[in-house]
């Protein structure tokens, strides 16, 4: 199974390779309550760029772990790269994908601010 999402415009899309979630993260530091993120990391060789990522922007703050990238035309950010202990992640915002039902997620808070 797979599920694709992409950004406002469509410039930029996606899909991953497995299930779709039934639960998702929801943190509270400053860039991700300020964008609304409910995310889910996935191992970066389930994740497909299907188009767009020659119209990609980055952004880093605070320990740089995280590039996020975000479309130059509408601004969206449908998704981040991570690294783990693990290896190379995806950190997909799961409002960016619209096949999933957001109010059915169950919702893990993590207490980013405080990092």
């Keep these: 199974m797979s599920y694709a ?3 406002h415009c469509g410039a930029v899309t996606f899909t991953v390779t497995g299930d779709a979630p039934d639960e998702a993260m929801s943190c509270n530091c ?3 309550r300020r964008k609304g993120f409910l995310l889910t990391f996935v191992p970066a ?3 497909t760029l299907e188009s767009g990522g020659d119209g990609l922007t ?3 703050f605070y320990k740089h772990k995280i590039t996020h ?3 130059a035309t509408c601004g969206a950010q449908a998704f981040a790269l991570a690294e783990s202990p693990n290896g190379p992640m995806r950190a997909i915002n799961l409002r960016c994908v619209p096949d999933i039902d957001i109010d059915a997620l169950r919702i893990n808070r993590v207490d980013g601010a405080s990092f």
């Design 58 to 60: 980055s952004y880093q």
């Design 45 to 47: 060789d389930q994740f």
């Design 30 to 32: 400053s860039h991700c």
């Design 69 to 71: 990238q975000f479309c």
């Design 5 to 7: 999402g992409s950004c």
